[in-house]
């Protein structure tokens, strides 16, 4: 019943095409909730004050979870605060994703032994990408962010790379196959 006593009337069923557009674009654009907990957490202010994420379609919000699609745990989850990241994690709205940021909230990091650290905060809530480093760099986050997006659009996923094209050297000498002439 709606204010007025009347029955609430809904509209028609959406075309195909109008419903393509609107579930196209969450896919490209992600409202971010940071809940930074340690030092990674300054690298992820360091990545939203010099990149811009608006090109990634990434919007840093600080108005709370229940605005955002994305959760950014950045920095050590303790045992105490294991409660307050499960209820972020439930205001987010559906559908949300999370990005686990540094060694601290993929592993526990250094602390990993420590009685009163989480060891890793997939132990509380699903972790869609995980970005490793003690800190990482801005360019990290960047790169988690993109990984995201590929996941949140269908792309297969990237696969890793092999140890020799890790080892391979980045610019090759003229005289090399492959080189500059």
């Not at 204010?3 to 992600?30: H, I, M």
Request: some cysteine; overall charge positive.
């Amino acid at each position: 019943m709606g204010a007025s006593g009347g029955a609430v009337r809904t509209g028609p069923a959406l075309p195909e095409p109008f419903r393509f557009v609107l579930d196209w674009g969450p896919r490209y654009r992600l409202s971010v909730f940071n809940l930074g907990l340690a030092c990674c957490a300054v690298e992820f202010a360091a990545a939203a004050t010099t990149y811009d994420l608006g090109r990634l379609g990434v919007a840093v919000s600080a108005d709370g979870p229940r605005g955002c699609e994305l959760m950014v745990v950045s920095g050590t989850v303790t045992d105490k605060l294991a409660p307050a990241v499960r209820r972020a994690y439930e205001r987010l709205p559906e559908p949300r994703y999370v990005l686990s940021f540094g060694a601290c909230s993929n592993c526990g990091g250094p602390y990993w032994d420590s009685y009163c650290v989480t060891k890793g905060v997939d132990q509380i809530i699903p972790v869609d990408v995980y970005v490793p480093g003690c800190p990482p760099r801005p360019e990290a986050l960047l790169q988690g962010i993109v990984r995201l997006h590929g996941q949140v659009a269908g792309a297969p996923p990237v696969a890793p790379r092999t140890a020799g094209e890790l080892a391979a050297p980045l610019v090759r000498r003229p005289d090399e196959p492959g080189g500059r002439p």
